[in-house]
């Protein structure tokens, strides 16, 4: 179910490489559907327990900087840290870029911190309620993690030394009827040929043994390094992305996608849709459809071009009908000189505004 006009945006997990070639391919996938000037809203709180959380996000703020700036991004990198102190997930003022967001990103750090800080927070509200009309997010690394339905303690098992466990995580795609686990760093290799290192440096034998230990209802999905899963939730269809696959594993079926591989969201699952304002609190869904409208008015404003850029178009038109192929030219190139670009399509023609 739709929000009053509103599709959700589409989600991209990464199993790891934001800041890598294919990372760049992903992001660019994203922002080429989405408005420009593109905003974009980096959260530091998985790794807001860190001394240098700053530049942690802000290193994957230098690359969209970089990456997307034929979208003219402006980006915001959110300090929202740690919850009771003046950087916190439930600040107002340091959340509030995420209500205008056209596409949010959270990245590296520990899961079971992100968990702790986000779950019932203000800055996971307001990021739900500006998915579901229609900004896009990333995940990669932690964040991926963090999101899963049972989130997997991986500083805690693997540098801690802890009893395997699971931990509820921020359960992003439960209420669309899914409960999913996913596990990045599929298929790492740090640890060479002495130390099994892959499903996210817990190994092969570790793992399953922590699989035992999950509900038959849920679903795990490894994210190989370097690629992505990227669900759009509006057509119920996910993709393959990057470098390496895909791992669905359900109780007695193992499915594998490779790099450019689709398959509906059904394969998860029984997907469903949800009442769009569904786990927000009433006056955080409120807001978020109100700002929506605001947003999208303000692009329309820009998508509209003057009365003197549309009568030259309108000039053009009638000139190449008579078949008049220097005057449609010069009359092109005026349409430049004042931002515009004409777009032949077979629709007819279309203004874009230049850059």
Same mark, same amino acid.
């Given at each position: 179910?739709?929000?009053? #006009? ?14 890598? !070639? ?21 959260? /530091? ?8 959380? %700053?530049?942690?996000? =802000?290193?994957?703020?230098?690359? &969209? ?35 205008? *967001? ?14 702790? @800080? !986000?779950? %019932? ?24 993690? +963090? ?19 699971? @931990?509820? #995580?921020?359960?992003? $795609? #439960? ?6 686990? $996913? ?19 817990? =190994?092969?034998?570790?793992? /399953? ?24 939730? %509006? ?6 992305? #990057? ?11 193992? &499915? ?6 689709? $398959? ?13 304002? +569904? ?9 978020? !459809? ?12 820009? %998508? ?29 190139? @005026?349409?430049? +000189?004042?931002?515009?670009?004409? @777009?032949?399509?077979?629709? =007819?023609?279309?203004? *874009?505004?230049? =850059?």
């Amino acid at each position: 179910m739709h929000a009053e #006009g509103h599709a959700p945006g589409r989600i991209a997990l990464l199993g790891s490489g934001e800041t890598s !070639l294919a990372g760049g391919r992903v992001f660019e996938s994203l922002a080429r559907v989405l408005p420009t000037p593109l905003r974009v809203a980096v959260l /530091e709180t998985p790794a807001g327990f860190e001394l240098n959380s %700053d530049r942690v996000a =802000g290193r994957v703020a230098d690359f &969209l900087a970089v990456r997307l700036q034929n979208y003219r991004p402006e980006i915001e990198v959110l300090p929202a840290r740690k919850r009771g102190t003046l950087k916190s997930p439930d600040d107002p003022d340091i959340t509030a870029p995420l209500l205008r *967001a056209d596409l949010m990103f959270m990245g590296p750090g520990s899961p079971t911190y992100a968990v702790r @800080q !986000l779950a %019932d927070s203000l800055a996971w509200h307001r990021l739900i309620a500006r998915h579901r009309v229609g900004a896009t997010l990333a995940f990669a690394s932690a964040a991926v993690v +963090a999101i899963s339905a049972l989130a997997l303690p991986v500083y805690e098992i693997y540098k801690a030394g802890h009893d395997l466990y699971w @931990q509820s #995580g921020l359960d992003l $795609f #439960g209420p669309y009827g899914l409960r999913l686990v $996913f596990v990045p760093h599929w298929n790492n290799a740090e640890g060479g040929a002495e130390l099994d290192t892959s499903r996210c440096f817990m =190994g092969r034998s570790r793992l /399953e043994a922590l699989l035992s230990m999950l509900p038959s209802d849920v679903t795990v999905v490894g994210i190989d390094e370097h690629t992505a899963l990227a669900a759009d939730l %509006d057509t119920g269809m996910a993709e393959v992305m #990057g470098a390496g696959d895909v791992t669905i594993l359900r109780p007695g079926d193992q &499915l594998c996608f490779a790099p450019g591989g689709r $398959f509906p969201l059904s394969e998860f699952g029984p997907f469903r849709w949800p009442q769009p304002d +569904a786990g927000l609190p009433p006056e955080i869904w409120a807001e978020a !459809l109100a700002i929506a409208g605001e947003v999208e008015t303000q692009q329309a404003e820009l %998508d509209l071009a003057p009365a003197e850029v549309m009568a030259l178009a309108e000039e053009r038109a009638a000139a190449r009908a008579r078949r008049d192929w220097a005057a449609a030219d010069r009359l092109r190139e @005026q349409i430049a +000189a004042l931002g515009w670009q004409v @777009q032949d399509t077979p629709e =007819g023609p279309r203004l *874009a505004r230049i =850059g």
